[in-house]
């Protein structure tokens, strides 16, 4: 009986390890089923992902490609984001790759494009084939990628208007002359980038400018030698105008008479003087870059020359017959005296004579756009090329709208007003730019200057900070007290108004001035911002002058 209940108790569990042998073939069988399906989205996964990154970065080129030709040619920065989205394999197929540059022109029927004028949005949306994902239906996963980039073009600086500087044969009221200092004359004497000498001595031997921007040859452009260096200037042609002409006023150095010859011409120990260059280019997006595509429409070179004529002095000038550009170089007057109303030896029809053409009778036809105007003083090879050229330059079109004459981000100025104050067009800040930083910088301010004061486009003083020559910051990022917030500065006492002792002296030194601009800043057409200056008894004064809104001029923001 034992022997019996003991062969079925073994066929029992005979059965039993059969039954379950089978159940861990099945479950193993359903586990490898699940881990070869988690294999094949980890590789759909990753595969979707790489791709995901490559679209990702076509969106960003096409976008930067074209945002900086907005906001003027916003067909020119569609056709070229949709260029490079292309160089990157991404093309507008049907029922395929879609590419999508969308612009401020585009939010009234599409609110997912840009309302900042100065950004463009590219949004590239590309099937990608998957591997094991098919054998569950998916054949193709459609990855959309967007980016926006923004383009902030350098702030127009000094002038609204056809012309840079004093014009004594139109009565502007400018306040200053176009500026520019000979290649070894110190940074001392006002002119930030292009003296080559930190301080005094100005010679080739003389302690390098560590913000100097030297004359650099560079290749032939047009078949003329370009060169690099010096200030640029913008002329604005809008679109609809035609046949740009560009005319400078007292363009040579003149040598002899220290600021009573043409406006205001300084020689600096004896020297002969410098040789200035103006070069004008085409238009191209990036204005402040004249290598990158700009093609050199006109260049002049200005040799220095002597302002009296044989036999004359500055109390005793040559009247003797010869023509009217004898004459007026044989005979100083002051600039600032015209401008101001007072007598002059001078017919108006005599100082329009001061004009030259560029190129002489030279008519430019290359478009809507900014033309960059590059002023540079001629390396000398020598020591004794020096002195300080002041000048004007104006521009006017054949037909449709007028030009605009503008410093680009920085300029170099003669000051020179009788009154006690004077107001500048500091710097033209569009509505863009709300929320940002405004930076000014200030060189070699002081010279006599009791305080100045920065007004935005609706004559509102906004608050600043600013800093002090030995560094401090003053304003509402100190805190310290008795500062007023308000950007109206004085320069009569101690800074800080508190009793601290304050470096006050700017001369041969920077301010700083920084200003948060509003979130709901609003300008309509007239965004200038103004900088009024306070110089009792008038200004003598040569000064540099920078603004500049805070960050890349090219980036992405999404």
């Given at each position: 009986?034992?022997?019996?209940?003991?062969?079925?108790?073994?066929?029992?569990?005979?059965?039993?390890?059969?039954?379950?042998?089978?159940?861990?073939?099945?479950?193993?069988?359903?586990?490898?089923?699940?881990?070869?399906?988690?294999?094949?989205?980890?590789?759909?996964?990753?595969?979707?992902?790489?791709?995901?990154?490559?679209?990702?970065?076509?969106?960003?080129?096409?976008?930067?490609?074209?945002?900086?030709?907005?906001?003027?040619?916003?067909?020119?920065?569609?056709?070229?984001?949709?260029?490079?989205?292309?160089?990157?394999?991404?093309?507008?197929?049907?029922?395929?790759?879609?590419?999508?540059?969308?612009?401020?022109?585009?939010?009234?029927?599409?609110?997912?494009?840009?309302?900042?004028?100065?950004?463009?949005?590219?949004?590239?949306?590309?099937?990608?084939?998957?591997?094991?994902?098919?054998?569950?239906?998916?054949?193709?996963?459609?990855?959309?990628?967007?980016?926006?980039?923004?383009?902030?073009?350098?702030?127009?600086?000094?002038?609204?208007?056809?012309?840079?500087?004093?014009?004594?044969?139109?009565?502007?009221?400018?306040?200053?002359?176009?500026?520019?200092?000979?290649?070894?004359?110190?940074?001392?004497?006002?002119?930030?980038?292009?003296?080559?000498?930190?301080?005094?001595?100005?010679?080739?031997?003389?302690?390098?400018?560590?913000?100097?921007?030297?004359?650099?040859?560079?290749?032939?452009?047009?078949?003329?030698?370009?060169?690099?260096?010096?200030?640029?200037?913008?002329?604005?042609?809008?679109?609809?105008?035609?046949?740009?002409?560009?005319?400078?006023?007292?363009?040579?150095?003149?040598?002899?008479?220290?600021?009573?010859?043409?406006?205001?011409?300084?020689?600096?120990?004896?020297?002969?003087?410098?040789?200035?260059?103006?070069?004008?280019?085409?238009?191209d997006p990036t204005p402040l870059n004249t290598t990158d595509g700009n093609k050199l429409l006109c260049k002049v070179e200005f040799a220095p020359r002597d302002a009296y004529m044989p036999?004359?002095?500055?109390?005793?000038?040559?009247?003797?017959?010869?023509?009217?550009?004898?004459?007026?170089?044989?005979?100083?007057?002051?600039?600032?005296?015209?401008?101001?109303?007072?007598?002059?030896?001078?017919?108006?029809?005599?100082?329009?004579?001061?004009?030259?053409?560029?190129?002489?009778?030279?008519?430019?036809?290359?478009?809507?756009?900014?033309?960059?105007?590059?002023?540079?003083?001629?390396?000398?090879?020598?020591?004794?090329?020096?002195?300080?050229?002041?000048?004007?330059?104006?521009?006017?079109?054949?037909?449709?709208?007028?030009?605009?004459?503008?410093?680009?981000?920085?300029?170099?100025?003669?000051?020179?007003?009788?009154?006690?104050?004077?107001?500048?067009?500091?710097?033209?800040?569009?509505?863009?730019?709300?929320?940002?930083?405004?930076?000014?910088?200030?060189?070699?301010?002081?010279?006599?200057?009791?305080?100045?004061?920065?007004?935005?486009?609706?004559?509102?003083?906004?608050?600043?900070?600013?800093?002090?020559?030995?560094?401090?910051?003053?304003?509402?990022?100190?805190?310290?007290?008795?500062?007023?917030?308000?950007?109206?500065?004085?320069?009569?006492?101690?800074?800080?108004?508190?009793?601290?002792?304050?470096?006050?002296?700017?001369?041969?030194?920077?301010?700083?001035?920084?200003?948060?601009?509003?979130?709901?800043?609003?300008?309509?057409?007239?965004?200038?911002?103004?900088?009024?200056?306070?110089?009792?008894?008038?200004?003598?004064?040569?000064?540099?002058?920078?603004?500049?809104v805070e960050g890349n001029p090219v980036k992405l923001v999404e």
């Open positions: 009986m034992r022997h019996r209940f003991s062969k079925i108790k073994h066929h029992l569990i005979g059965q039993s390890d059969h039954k379950e042998s089978g159940a861990v073939l099945i479950l193993m069988a359903g586990m490898i089923m699940v881990l070869l399906g988690m294999t094949a989205f980890a590789v759909d996964f990753g595969w979707l992902y790489w791709n995901g990154t490559k679209i990702q970065h076509g969106a960003d080129a096409a976008a930067l490609a074209g945002v900086i030709y907005e906001p003027d040619l916003s067909a020119t920065a569609k056709t070229n984001a949709l260029e490079v989205a292309k160089v990157n394999g991404y093309v507008n197929t049907p029922g395929g790759t879609k590419v999508t540059p969308l612009d401020y022109t585009d939010l009234a029927a599409n609110p997912g494009a840009v309302s900042n004028a100065n950004q463009l949005r590219v949004t590239v949306a590309h099937p990608v084939q998957t591997f094991f994902m098919k054998v569950f239906g998916v054949d193709t996963v459609t990855i959309e990628k967007t980016s926006v980039a923004e383009y902030v073009l350098p702030l127009a600086m000094g002038s609204d208007e056809p012309f840079f500087g004093q014009d004594p044969t139109n009565w502007n009221s400018s306040n200053f002359w176009a500026n520019i200092h000979g290649y070894y004359t110190g940074r001392t004497m006002g002119d930030r980038f292009s003296s080559q000498c930190k301080d005094g001595g100005s010679t080739s031997s003389c302690t390098p400018n560590p913000e100097a921007r030297p004359t650099s040859a560079a290749p032939d452009n047009n078949g003329m030698a370009d060169f690099t260096g010096g200030y640029l200037y913008g002329i604005e042609v809008p679109k609809g105008a035609s046949g740009l002409t560009v005319e400078i006023l007292d363009g040579p150095f003149y040598r002899g008479g220290g600021d009573k010859v043409l406006v205001g011409d300084n020689p600096q120990g004896g020297s002969v003087g410098p040789t200035t260059i103006f070069m004008l280019y085409s238009p036999g004359a002095t500055s109390s005793t000038p040559w009247t003797g017959g010869g023509s009217v550009d004898e004459y007026l170089q044989a005979t100083p007057y002051t600039a600032d005296s015209i401008q101001n109303g007072a007598t002059s030896s001078k017919t108006y029809d005599e100082l329009g004579d001061l004009w030259d053409q560029m190129c002489g009778s030279s008519v430019f036809d290359a478009g809507e756009g900014i033309y960059p105007l590059r002023v540079v003083i001629k390396d000398p090879g020598t020591d004794d090329e020096r002195g300080l050229n002041r000048f004007s330059m104006r521009a006017s079109t054949a037909s449709g709208p007028h030009p605009r004459f503008y410093g680009l981000g920085d300029m170099a100025i003669y000051a020179n007003f009788t009154t006690s104050e004077a107001t500048f067009n500091l710097a033209e800040v569009p509505n863009v730019h709300a929320g940002k930083n405004l930076v000014i910088d200030l060189w070699d301010p002081d010279s006599g200057n009791n305080g100045l004061t920065v007004k935005m486009p609706d004559g509102t003083i906004p608050d600043c900070s600013w800093t002090t020559p030995s560094g401090a910051r003053y304003g509402p990022v100190s805190g310290k007290p008795g500062i007023a917030d308000k950007c109206a500065l004085s320069f009569t006492g101690d800074f800080d108004n508190d009793g601290n002792s304050a470096t006050k002296d700017f001369n041969n030194d920077a301010m700083q001035i920084r200003i948060k601009i509003p979130d709901d800043y609003s300008c309509d057409t007239k965004c200038w911002w103004t900088l009024t200056v306070t110089y009792p008894g008038g200004a003598n004064d040569t000064t540099t002058w920078s603004a500049r």
